[in-house]
């Protein structure tokens, strides 16, 4: 299937545009991250409490939130309303992340809970067990651990696409390659934080999936550029990637655009447990095909040894 016949469009001369808009996204990522004093993490990195309850009645989260500015657990009075409260799969679930205490209190998951029952007695399930639909507790030694190994596991992938790139191709495609995967993540980590979305572990791996989506399209092109090298040793570069990129243009969107209809597909109906994982492979799709174009191939051309 081809959408885009025969195309000559020159995308390798025409790039100042892409150039602006690229180092525009990453710029407004990298400030968004420095001046939030980096990514906003979830209790999956920082420890804490995640509780989702179900009600019988829709709740309003603004009154919930209001009850929760003065909570006592065992003598202690907490203030949970600045904490993230908000609709779990619809109207009548709530979910509400609490950051790590020093001086929590014993058992102050259950105590917690016990006080979300007593803040609308009229609309609980009456089986006792149907009010908890989610409790997750994790330590901060646990979140900082589980934070290095997030880390690690896309340093290596990395590295391990560094080597494979360079022996199935050359260094040079190698580091465009990488170059390409480094401009998706940062500037979809950039949008997360501009929005103020949570980096929990799910969201780690979407950014895993990005690194192994962009690279597939990348390699496509790159297969296809050194395809032509063969066999047009005497054009310039640059026409060679402009034509590489032409033929490759076509597979490219489809590809990308199915992929866009599944991703799309699990963000308007897959609730709320995967709705920040969908997100960043919406962001991810878009930007990944557009960086395989415009930055991976780029950057061959510019570092191509001149004849």
Do not use: C, W
Not at 12 to 29: D, E, K, V
Not at 82 to 95: M, P, R, Y
Not at 268 to 286: D, R
Not at 297 to 304: D, P
């Amino acid at each position: 299937m081809q959408i885009i016949k025969k195309s000559k469009i020159d995308f390798i001369n025409n790039s100042r545009f892409t150039i602006l808009l690229s180092g525009a996204l990453l710029l407004a990522g990298i400030f968004s991250l420095i001046i939030n004093n980096g990514p906003k993490l979830s209790i999956d990195f920082k420890g804490g409490t995640l509780v989702a309850v179900q009600y019988t009645k829709p709740i309003n989260i603004n009154n919930l939130r209001s009850e929760l500015k003065t909570v006592t657990i065992n003598g202690q009075k907490f203030d949970f309303s600045t904490s993230e409260i908000k609709h779990f799969g619809n109207k009548s679930n709530v979910s509400i992340r609490i950051a790590s205490m020093e001086d929590e209190p014993e058992n102050f998951s259950q105590n917690f809970i016990d006080f979300l029952r007593n803040i609308y007695p009229d609309s609980l399930p009456e089986n006792k067990d149907e009010f908890i639909l989610l409790l997750d507790t994790l330590s901060p030694k646990i979140g900082s651990e589980l934070s290095g190994k997030a880390i690690m596991a896309i340093l290596y992938a990395l590295t391990l696409i560094l080597i494979y790139v360079s022996f199935r191709f050359e260094f040079i495609f190698a580091i465009g390659a990488i170059a390409a995967i480094a401009h998706d993540v940062i500037i979809t980590l950039g949008i997360f934080s501009i929005l103020g979305y949570e980096i929990s572990l799910p969201i780690v791996a979407a950014f895993l999936t990005i690194v192994g989506y962009s690279l597939n399209d990348t390699i496509v092109i790159f297969d296809r550029i050194r395809e032509n090298m063969k066999t047009r040793k005497k054009d310039p570069v640059a026409a060679t990637v402009n034509k590489s990129i032409n033929e490759s243009l076509s597979r490219t969107i489809v590809t990308s655009l199915t992929t866009l209809m599944v991703v799309i597909t699990l963000y308007i109906f897959g609730g709320e447990v995967i709705h920040y994982f969908s997100f960043a492979l919406i962001i991810g799709v878009l930007v990944g095909t557009y960086s395989s174009i415009f930055v991976a191939s780029l950057i061959v051309v510019y570092l191509q040894p001149k004849p």
